[in-house]
């Protein structure tokens, strides 16, 4: 887990306020993915972003949720008008490069709560 | 149904104990196979990799993968309290392992 920080790691949100998330991947790593873990459930795999690509965002919900990986930064996810049932764990993940689940680095989890 | 079912547990074994956790998919095209620990507020941690069928050790950790029977296994051997967490089975279709398909998790408790 080391070294892919995500920030913040607790944010409380009102219904229809939005929620930015944000990942730097570990050091040397061109690669970001954010998944999401609902309580009592895995992780489900959301969007996959090299550089400024999107890669695959087939795990995304069609609206609300959007995400960037720009050229300077940390990425950022980011979902608009927030819902009850957006509340979750948004882990980000680093790598190297696209070659496989054993270079993976997962993030400590940003906690999202909507009240 | 879920492509990769994972029982909830949780699992309570004393101290010294072998632990056994398994997962079960049904997507055959799976290749790699992974085991991730994670505790209460934590990120998943990496602790095993395996590709296609076979074993593989690490320390206290065993991994088997079945592909015929669409199966995979973690054993701990000698379970410490430490090792008191959620272990996540991950798998994936291609070396590209951006798209990970993961288990729901089982809660083990090793008690002192």
């Known amino acids: 887990n080391a070294g892919v920080m995500q920030n913040p790691r607790h944010l409380v949100r009102r219904r229809g306020q939005e929620a930015r998330l944000r990942c730097s991947p570990m050091k040397g790593h061109s690669h970001v993915y954010w998944y999401r873990q609902l309580p009592e459930e895995g992780l489900k795999f959301m969007v996959y972003?090299?550089?400024?690509?999107?890669?695959?965002e087939s795990g995304m919900p069609k609206e609300r949720f959007s995400a960037e990986f720009p050229k300077e930064g940390p990425s950022i996810l980011r979902i608009q008008q927030v819902v009850r049932g957006d509340s979750a764990a948004y882990f980000c993940?680093?790598?190297?490069?696209?070659?496989?689940?054993?270079?993976?680095?997962f993030g400590e989890g940003s906690w999202l709560t909507v009240v | 149904q879920k492509e990769v079912e994972q029982d909830p547990g949780p699992l309570s074994v004393p101290e010294g104990a072998i632990v056994s956790l398994n997962c079960t998919y049904s997507n055959s095209a799976f290749q790699y196979f992974m085991w991730y620990r994670q505790y209460s507020r934590k990120g998943p941690e990496l602790l095993m990799y395996?590709?296609?069928?076979g074993n593989k050790e690490d320390g206290r950790f065993t991994a088997q993968v079945d592909k015929s029977s669409k199966y995979i296994s973690l054993f701990i051997r000698d379970s410490q309290p430490s090792d008191s967490a959620t272990y996540l089975c991950a798998m994936s279709a291609t070396a590209a392992g951006n798209k990970l398909t993961f288990g729901g998790g089982t809660r083990v408790l090793v008690k002192p």
């Open positions: 972003l090299q550089k400024e690509n999107i890669i695959d």
């Open positions: 395996t590709y296609s069928s």
């Open positions: 993940a680093s790598s190297t490069t696209d070659s496989g689940g054993n270079t993976i680095y």
